[in-house]
Each structure stands twice: as structure tokens, then as C-alpha cells.
């Protein structure tokens, strides 16, 4: 079956430490986007990438970082800069940055901070 | 910036009924809107997209209305089933690049 996993499905992280969310997809998709809920919220994007090895900042990249080595992969690091990191992530994916496209949502994952 | 504003935030209807559920959106100039539906601790589904140019679309039970010139799209849900319980966003695309979301409604359908 074709789409998108991330890993784990919940997540719990210490004050200061550094974590990673995995986000892997197998629908040949170029750009691929991390956002974040929060309860009662709307998903804010915090960074997207339009093919390997390019990437940008969303709205809210502070205290977050990303890589994309391989097409299929795009992973999130929560470092111990962000301030309020307790939150469900969402991985989404499109055939291309083209504001035409549909996004394709991984399941998410739930990260609480201890 | 843009801001999208969804109206009701919940809503709790009998079974079988039709619904609407309401997005509006601050600037016109969009590229497309889109609904997903999202279950409790879940990732979201796309719905339906519409394209700016177009007026609705239609998937099986859900028929999705743009008006662009008024910034306000439409979702309406045939005889609703409990099965249909869940939250629905909206969400459009503008001049960045990437998807301005509504908060959502939380739909409830009782048997």
C-alpha cells in the first residue's frame, strides 16, 4: 500500500533533551511538510521541503530542525529550544509544491513532554 | 495574512439528518480549498478539493460549494450516519506554500 508512516506513534521527551520524529513516504511525492496541532487548534506548518536536499521555514521553525537526504524521508528534530514542543505532529505529503495538489497526511505522532 | 474561520465549532445531530458545515476565509485570491475529515488521535483525509476556478464538488454524500468573491465554502453532508462522527477542516491555499487551516468542526451524529 501506497503512503505515509511516522514513527513512533507516541513520543515522550525529558526537559532538554533533543528528539526525532520519522516521516517516510512511498508515493513518489517531491514536497513533503511537517505541521503542528495543538487542542482546538488549526495545523501549523513549521517547515516543507520541495525536493532532496532543499528545505524552508514555515511559520513556526523556531526550536525545530529538518533534514531531507532521501526523497522518501523527511525527519523532525525537537531540540531543547523549543519551548512548548507538547503537541501532535502531522507529516504530509504532495506530487510537487504546487498549490494545486492534494496533501496526504501521515497518521501523526504524539509528543508529550515530561 | 490569511485567516480561515470554520462556524460551527461542534455540532451534534440525530442520524439521517443533512448538515452544513461553513468555512470563510479573509483573502480571495486562492489557489484551491480543501476538506479533510480527521478522527480522534488520527491523521487527516482529504475530503474534497476545489479548485478556484471551480464552483463545487461532489463525492458520494458530501457536496463541497466555493464562493471565492465572498471568501466562504460550503460542506454539505447528506443523511448523515454516525459513521461521519469527526472533525472537519478546511483549508486553503494562498500565496505561501502550504495550507492555511481552519480550526475545525467536531461533528457528533447520534444513532
Known amino acids: 500500500d501506497g503512503g505515509i508512516t511516522q514513527s513512533p506513534k507516541y513520543l515522550f521527551r525529558k526537559e532538554g533533551q533533543n528528539v526525532t520524529l520519522s516521516c517516510e513516504q512511498n508515493?513518489?511525492?517531491?514536497?513533503m511538510y511537517w505541521y503542528r496541532q495543538d487542542p482546538g487548534q488549526g495545523l501549523r506548518l513549521i517547515y516543507y521541503s520541495q525536493i532532496v536536499n532543499d528545505f524552508q521555514k514555515g511559520d513556526i521553525a523556531e526550536g525545530y530542525s529538518v533534514s531531507r537526504e532521501k526523497k522518501e524521508s523527511f525527519p523532525l528534530t525537537v531540540t531543547s529550544a523549543q519551548k512548548n514542543p507538547t503537541a501532535f505532529y502531522l507529516c504530509?505529503?504532495?506530487?510537487?509544491?504546487?498549490?494545486?495538489?492534494?496533501?496526504?497526511f501521515g497518521p501523526g505522532t504524539r509528543l508529550t513532554v515530561l | 495574512k490569511q485567516e480561515v474561520t470554520q462556524i460551527p465549532a461542534a455540532l451534534s445531530v440525530p442520524e439521517g439528518e443533512n448538515l452544513v458545515l461553513n468555512c470563510s476565509f479573509t483573502?480571495?485570491?486562492?489557489?484551491?480549498l480543501q476538506w479533510f475529515r480527521q478522527d480522534p488521535g488520527k491523521g487527516l483525509t482529504s475530503l474534497l478539493l476545489i479548485q478556484s476556478s471551480q464552483r463545487e464538488q461532489t463525492s458520494g454524500r458530501l457536496n463541497a460549494s466555493l464562493d471565492k468573491s465572498s471568501g466562504r465554502s460550503t460542506l454539505y453532508i447528506a443523511a448523515s450516519q454516525p459513521g461521519d462522527s469527526a472533525t472537519y477542516l478546511c483549508a486553503v491555499w494562498g500565496s505561501g506554500y502550504a495550507l492555511n487551516f481552519g480550526k475545525g468542526t467536531s461533528l457528533l451524529v447520534t444513532p
Open positions: 508515493l513518489n511525492h517531491d514536497a
Open positions: 483573502d480571495s485570491a486562492i489557489y484551491n
Open positions: 504530509a505529503s504532495s506530487t510537487e509544491l504546487n498549490r494545486g495538489d492534494t496533501q496526504y
